[in-house]
């Protein structure tokens, strides 16, 4: 198994950044693909980003492609969310997902079994 611990949210002003980091242990990080996913009170879970085990395969949600970049140290066991032009409403908590090899989609949360504790972010405007 695989434990997740997600850093780096906090409070920031419309149009800034933040980077998050989603740090893993044991041996093996790099045959789990990772995932970003967000949650705001009252809505679904939201898929975010994903990437796969080697880093090859990367995708994004339509409300944050071209904001957003998700990347992974797989020597540092981590992995990060670059988060820049913020608006109000990435208001949410932002959680770590892993899934053990392959997934069959990427975008559903379904398909990760592991899970961080989330880490909130909150943008003011």
């Known amino acids: 198994q695989v434990q997740l611990v997600e850093s780096g949210g906090g409070l920031v002003q419309a149009g800034g950044s933040l980077r998050l980091s989603c740090a893993a242990s044991?041996?093996?990080?790099?045959?789990?693909?990772m995932g970003w996913f967000r949650q705001a009170p009252g809505k679904e879970r939201e898929f975010v980003a994903a990437?796969?085990?080697?880093?090859?395969?990367?995708y994004y949600g339509d409300s944050v492609k071209g904001r957003f970049t998700i990347s992974r140290d797989n020597a540092k066991n981590t992995v990060y969310l670059q988060m820049n032009s913020l608006k109000p409403e990435d208001t949410a908590v932002y959680y770590c997902?892993?899934?053990?090899?392959?997934?069959?989609?990427?975008?559903?949360?379904?398909?990760?079994?592991?899970w961080g504790q989330g880490t909130q972010v909150t943008v003011s405007s």
């Open positions: 997902a892993a899934r053990y090899y392959t997934v069959s989609n990427y975008l559903n949360s379904r398909s990760y079994n592991y």
């Open positions: 044991g041996r093996t990080f790099s045959n789990y693909s």
């Open positions: 990437v796969s085990t080697s880093g090859a395969i990367i």
